[in-house]
């Protein structure tokens, strides 16, 4: 924004306090990107120029804010050098989330640099980075869990089967409001064309019936010699937008067009949106707002950013489409930005894109929820239990935000397109957004713990992805407000934290762990004089050693029983044999641990702790269990 100095009673320039200063001027939110392409000021340029050779920070600082403020979408070719400096400005001062919107933008806009302005970003977000744990070791950690009886391992990547995919391509999927009718695109149709057959984009229908989608049928009253696909249905069902490509009514290559519904159910005549909305190249993948005022869509027209930009247009009061507008630089990146979907109750957008900073492959899918001040926040990746190593593409979900539907590709043939459904993780849920922050630090010592943290929600059983602990033990969730969760916390070097919670409001607090060494006694395991039976106060602590065995299948334990010296040597090593054995078999049928993992020896008195005893306290030492844990 351009800034205009404020005039007191006396129109005089008013003085402002240092705090003000500092808020007067956010050069991130790009205002003059609808007024001009580039913005070019000679009398500021000299300005910057001056106060860089000079080294005067502040006055560099505030005129490159400014001059920033101003970027057209030709600047972001010309002059992202000035946001390069913008961000070791902030970087310097100790402005770090500016310094780090700062290097975002360089990094999603420039192919230079990259290297070095990535060192700089990645050393302010180590610890704000979220390292998922690779989902080839997902089903084990559910598998050995044992905690929740219903738990099961997610269901990922999961095909919609032969009733809807074919061998050809299948993507691009709409929902009705109600979910129980599906419109996609299909090339499984060939058309003839210059003497040879071509495949053909058309839409297919599927309804659901029983909780099961039928066999996929051609909508032939819609369906041309030409490409149609990228369907979105409005919110009562009655009209279908979609595109259609190099036929005779397009303005581009390809266009947005919509079709009503008749009384008799059947679809009218398909009319093309408009000049207003579609231009001369690729306008595609429509998606309507929540109140379905504001359409989104997909093109490569110049002046974007990008290879393909998302743009929106809104609906004026006489019910016709404004001019497109770029959804701006912080959504839209220097390659392709593809496939929108608004959330039907929820002001989120998600979009598919291969130019955004964290990838998981070629496409991933991306979502940004709307702010109250206006725009949309920055881009969030949905993580690896929705984008795998291939692309991912033509995101929608059902109102309920149940089932998620998606085109992807696996990584050996990205051409090749099915649809995939399966309950949307908590990661893309459009309602998670309350924080959920912990840090995992040794009881003892108070330094940070590593391992790994997973959430699972006992209510809706929505899948959460684990991750491990930053290098300082620090963990961060968007969760759903009042859900309720199971936390576990595991590690090679700490007994595993368990916390069954009901999340209201975003909290930060700090978790002690407790340390496992090589060998461990607990002081609640105490028998009863002679005899062998476990008592109930020892379970707890019993079942924090078979919780590590199965959080780590690769360790072992010996459980050593120990008496004092009263009595016999037989009776000694008997009885220290059956405590051992107790436990050992205790440990077995609880935590169905393989046999070999586990070994009980009974020591009698051979090894105390107290070789000489002389008083009560001295035997009580030594008639003790130990644990010991250890790898092979």
Known sequence: MVFIPELDAKGKKKKRNKHEIENIINPFEFPNLYVQ?????????????????????????????????NFGVQNFYRDLEMLWILG???????????AKAAYRLVLKHSSVRRTEVRLHYDSLTLMDEDIFVPIKYYYD??????????????????NMGPDINSDAADYGPALNFEADLMIFTSTRNTVFE???????????????????????????????????????LSRDGQTLYFSRCNCPQCYGDCDIFYVKRKEDSTWGQAKNLGHSVNGKAWDSQPTLSTNEDTLFFSSDRLGGFGLADIY??????????GPPRNLGPKINTRENEVSPFYHPTQPVLYFSSNGQIKN???????????????????????????NGPGSEYYFTLDSKSEFLYYARSEETDLENLDLYSFPIPM????????????????????????????????????DIAPKYLREDGTFEFDLINDNSYLLIIQGEDFFRIEEIFTLSESVDQIYTAEPISSKLKFQSIEFHEGESEILPQMESDIWKVIEFLLDHPDFKVTIGGHTDSKGDYETNHRLSQERASAIREFILINGKIDPSRVTAIGYGFDRPIVPDEQTEEDRSLNRRVEFEIFRD
């Not at 070791?88 to 500016?98: A, C, F, I, S």
């Not at 297919?204 to 149609?228: C, H, M, R, T, V």
């Open 37 to 69: 392409p580039l913005y070019v000021d000679e009398a500021e340029l000299n300005k910057i120029n001056k106060y860089q050779y000079k080294g005067k920070t502040k006055k560099l600082l505030r005129t490159l804010e400014e001059y920033i403020s």
């Open 312 to 321: 929106f247009s809104v609906k004026n009061e006489m019910g016709n489409w």
């Open 427 to 462: 990661r893309g849920q459009p309602l998670a957004t309350t924080k959920f922050k912990g840090k995992v630090v040794d009881t003892a010592t108070g330094k940070p713990m590593s391992g790994i943290v997973s959430i699972i929600d006992l209510d809706q059983g929505i």
């Open 194 to 232: 210059f003497l040879k057959l071509r495949p053909n984009e058309d839409l297919f229908e599927s309804p659901k019936y029983d909780g099961q989608w039928s066999y996929a049928l051609p909508i032939e009253a819609i369906n041309s010699p030409y490409n149609e696909g990228s369907p979105y």
């Open 88 to 98: 070791q400005l902030y970087e310097g001062l100790g402005q770090y989330e500016n």
């Open 141 to 158: 950690f559910v598998g050995i869990e044992g905690l929740v009886d219903t738990l099961v391992g997610p269901e990922i990547y999961k």
């Open 360 to 386: 998981f492959g070629s496409y991933d899918l991306f979502k940004t929820r709307k702010r109250n001040s206006g725009g949309f926040g920055e881009p969030q990746n949905l993580g690896p239990l929705v």
